[in-house]
C-alpha cells in the first residue's frame, strides 16, 4: 500500500539545523508531488512548500524562504526538508503529505506521513 | 493569501445527530480546489473530502460537502462515536495552500 514513512523526533538547540526524511513506497515515486505541513497548537496547520520527484526547483512558502530547503533522492524515493537557524517557534510536528486530486502542483494531500516532532529549546 | 474561518469553534453532538460545518474564505475560492480533512488525537490529517463535495477513498457517504465561491460546508449525516476529531478546511488552489484553524467535533 501507499506509505510515507518520516525520521524520528528531534531535539535542537536554537541556531541549529534539522533535516527529516519522508520514505515513500507503493507508488511511482516521479508521479506525485510531495508537500510539506507543519503544525503547532498556535498556528494550526501551515504549509511549507511543494517538491516534484521528477525534478525541477521545489517552491517555498515565502514566510520560509531562506531557512528551508527541500531535496530528493530518486534512487530511495525519499523526500527531504531541512531547517537552519532554528528557533522556538519552529518546535512542532512536520508531515510530508503526497499531492493528489487536482491540476499540476495544485493538489490536496491524499496520504500523509506519519510526522516527525521537532523541538527547539536552549 | 486566502484566509479561511471555520465555525463553530467546538460543537458537541450525540451520536445519530446531523452535523454542519462552516468554512468561509476571504476571497473566492475554485470549488475544484476545496478540502476537508479530519484529524484524531496523535494523528495525521486524513484527507475526507476534495474539490469540495467528492469523498476520498474509503470514506463512509455519511460526509458530505458542499458551497461555492466563499462558503463551503461539511455535513456528517448521523454522527458516529469514531467521527470525534478535529475538522479542517483547505484551499489548494492558489499558494500559499491554506487551513482553516479547525472546528472540533465531540461525541457526548
Known amino acids: 500500500q501507499v506509505q510515507l514513512v518520516q525520521s524520528g523526533a528531534e531535539i535542537k538547540k536554537p541556531g541549529a539545523s534539522v533535516r527529516v526524511s519522508c520514505k515513500t513506497s507503493g507508488y511511482t515515486f516521479t508521479n506525485y508531488y510531495i508537500h510539506w505541513v507543519r503544525q503547532t497548537p498556535g498556528q494550526g496547520l501551515e504549509w511549507m512548500g511543494i517538491i516534484n520527484p521528477s525534478g525541477g526547483g521545489p517552491n517555498y512558502a515565502q514566510n520560509l524562504q531562506g531557512r528551508v530547503t527541500m531535496t530528493r533522492d530518486t534512487s530511495t524515493s525519499t523526500v527531504y526538508m531541512e531547517m537552519s537557524s532554528l528557533r522556538s517557534e519552529d518546535s512542532a510536528v512536520y508531515y510530508c503529505?503526497?499531492?493528489?486530486?487536482?491540476?499540476?502542483?495544485?493538489?490536496?494531500?491524499?496520504?500523509w506521513g506519519q510526522g516527525t516532532v521537532v523541538s527547539v529549546s536552549s | 493569501e486566502i484566509v479561511l474561518t471555520q465555525s463553530p469553534g467546538t460543537l458537541s453532538l450525540s451520536p445519530g445527530e446531523r452535523v454542519t460545518l462552516s468554512c468561509r474564505a476571504s476571497?473566492?475560492?475554485?470549488?475544484?480546489?476545496l478540502a476537508w480533512f479530519q484529524q484524531i488525537p496523535g494523528q495525521a490529517p486524513r484527507l475526507l473530502i476534495y474539490a469540495t463535495s467528492s469523498r476520498a477513498t474509503g470514506i463512509p457517504d455519511r460526509f458530505s460537502g458542499s458551497g461555492s465561491g466563499t462558503d463551503f460546508t461539511l455535513t456528517i449525516a448521523r454522527l458516529e462515536p469514531e467521527d470525534s476529531a478535529v475538522y479542517y478546511c483547505q484551499q489548494y488552489g492558489s499558494s500559499p495552500r491554506t487551513f482553516g484553524q479547525g472546528t472540533k467535533v465531540e461525541i457526548k
Open positions: 476571497q473566492s475560492v475554485n470549488s475544484d480546489y
Open positions: 503529505a503526497r499531492g493528489a486530486y487536482g491540476s499540476g502542483s495544485y493538489g490536496t494531500f491524499d496520504i
